[in-house]
């Protein structure tokens, strides 16, 4: 059972060697692999210099872009799963395991790590809550599904999604719509309690003033995504 | 009626637009193909531009008094429809450009892990 943990970082130079380390001693039979986003501080020779295992990417091709690598590196190696995990000290290694045996025993295609099951650690701040219940309900009523955490980063597939994924992938802001884009096709996505830290180093890719259009881009795209 | 003096003052930016194009072209610095769309659309803009009559025929066929506001009308409609052309040629550039980088770091990492056994 080949199990990948696909870390995308952009200017992660201060947290990435202790993401990783997390997931050396909470989860060591997972391999990783860390996606250089074309970063703008140290994070490539961070790697390089601690022998982290990394892909570089030649140019900046965003969250979606970048994820969609670590898939293609998990398809052409042969993972039978693959799990996104964010490289700024958000998630927690130590659930991989749970996650994954979840996983096998309740055939699942995708499960998502949700914060707002047992709503323990870290709930991110009342606004983002707010776009976060948004989601939901839409994904709700478009595909009867429930998601509570559409935008989770945390996510575990199987094999089956993997080759979805590195065939298409959303560009940029990739979570809830490509959720919604396997749950069209009929796959099993179930959500799994997590618990989540405040981000350590870093800022969020989404800042107030993006969020507007964040909030429009991804209701068209998972509107589009409902006639495709 | 077009006056003699806007339509010379048409007829050169058209000409000069030509020129440049035709210019760039031959520097290779503008792809022939994306040109095109440019170059047919001098072409129409200058014949209707020679000949006001054929522009007055066509303007109040579709109803449009002044002439002149023709040629911008028919220039503004070929500029929008070139730029939505592009747009489509963008995303699939940016596709293009993502599935290559995607390659470029995917083969870099082969690379690297050939290396390392080759040490080993």
Redesign the interface.
């Known amino acids: 059972m080949k199990s990948l943990v696909i870390i995308p970082a952009y200017n992660e130079e201060k947290s990435i060697e202790n993401t990783v380390r997390d997931i050396m001693q909470n989860a060591p039979e997972f391999d990783y692999v860390i996606i250089n986003d074309c970063s703008k501080d140290n994070t490539l020779a961070v790697c390089k210099e601690k022998g982290l295992h990394v892909l570089n990417l030649p140019v900046n091709l965003g969250i979606g872009g970048a994820v969609q690598t670590g898939y293609r590196y998990a398809l052409q190696n042969g993972y039978d799963y693959a799990i996104q995990f964010d490289g700024d000290g958000q998630h927690d290694a130590k659930f991989l395991h749970e996650m994954r045996d979840y996983m096998i025993q309740n055939h699942t295609d995708m499960l998502i790590g949700s914060r707002y099951i047992t709503k323990e650690g870290f709930q991110s701040s009342s606004l983002r809550r707010f776009g976060i219940r948004y989601f939901s309900v839409l994904i709700k009523l478009l595909t009867g599904a429930r998601i509570t955490d559409p935008t989770s980063g945390m996510r575990m597939v199987n094999r089956d999604i993997i080759k979805l994924y590195a065939n298409v992938y959303p560009k940029d802001y990739p979570e809830p719509e490509s959720v919604v884009a396997i749950l069209r096709m009929g796959k099993k996505v179930e959500e799994y309690p997590v618990i989540m830290r405040e981000r350590t180093e870093g800022v969020s890719s989404i800042s107030p003033l993006k969020s507007i259009y964040y909030m429009v881009k991804v209701t068209l795209a998972i509107l589009v995504e409902r006639i495709r | 009626m077009m006056t003699a003096k806007i339509q010379l003052i048409i007829g050169a930016c058209l000409i000069v637009a030509l020129i440049m194009i035709v210019n760039m072209i031959k520097r290779r610095s503008l792809e022939l193909k994306y040109a095109l769309s440019w170059l047919v659309a001098i072409f129409f803009v200058l014949v209707l531009d020679c000949f006001p009559v054929l522009l007055v025929k066509i303007s109040s066929l579709l109803g449009i008094w002044a002439p002149v506001n023709m040629i911008f009308f028919l220039g503004f409609c070929f500029s929008l429809m070139i730029i939505f052309i592009l747009t489509v040629t963008l995303s699939r550039m940016?596709e293009r450009?993502?599935k290559l980088?995607?390659a470029?770091?995917?083969n870099?990492?082969k690379i690297d892990q050939l290396m390392k056994e080759k040490e080993a």
């Open positions: 940016s450009v993502r980088s995607q470029v770091a995917l870099e990492e």
